[in-house]
């Protein structure tokens, strides 16, 4: 079937069409536009209303807080801290009288306690060479808070790579 408008009137027809979907998709626009406006106003009217008052206390403690109180506050809570620092039970005193002992090139992964009569150490870490090793070993058999210091055999002919686990046992 044909059109039977004549090019000039299809032209006027379609350009009216075309006008009538902006005009449609602009006023699609503005009432989501009025929409959003009408969604946050509340929001917006409380934030007005609430700012002077946060403003003025955020200026206010904002006076009331200075630097020299929180250097005064820290100064107490380090006082009150450190008698807990210094306090240190006879099993950390030997463990770090151990890792004092340590020379350069041994290095300590992890530390091991338990306790009991005869209470046992064990660190182990990873030396440069087994003369480091042994040279730990020997500095910690000098220190007489150590009843015994193990390392063993293996650990000083480098059979774990210069990885070693020595033990000590003693009354800490």
Do not use: H
């Not at 620092?85 to 463990?95: K, R």
């Amino acid at each position: 079937m044909s059109n039977l408008l004549p090019e000039v009137g299809q032209q006027r027809i379609r350009s009216e069409y075309r006008a009538r979907f902006v005009l449609a998709g602009a006023l699609l626009s503005m009432i989501a536009a009025l929409f959003t406006v009408l969604a946050l106003s509340p929001s917006y009217g409380v934030l007005l209303t609430t700012r002077p008052q946060v403003l003025a206390q955020a200026s206010q403690a904002q006076e009331e807080k200075t630097d020299s109180d929180d250097i005064a506050q820290a100064q107490m809570l380090l006082v009150q801290i450190g008698t807990l620092a210094v306090a240190t039970s006879s099993a950390s005193g030997a463990i770090i009288e151990a890792l004092e002992s340590r020379p350069n090139g041994a290095r300590i992964d992890t530390i091991a306690y338990v306790a009991g009569e005869s209470a046992t150490i064990s660190l182990s870490g990873v030396a440069e060479s087994r003369n480091v090793m042994d040279t730990y070993r020997m500095s910690l058999q000098e220190n007489l808070r150590f009843a015994s210091v193990k390392l063993p055999v293996g650990d000083l002919v480098g059979a774990k790579g210069g990885r070693f686990t020595i033990t000590l046992t003693g009354e800490f």
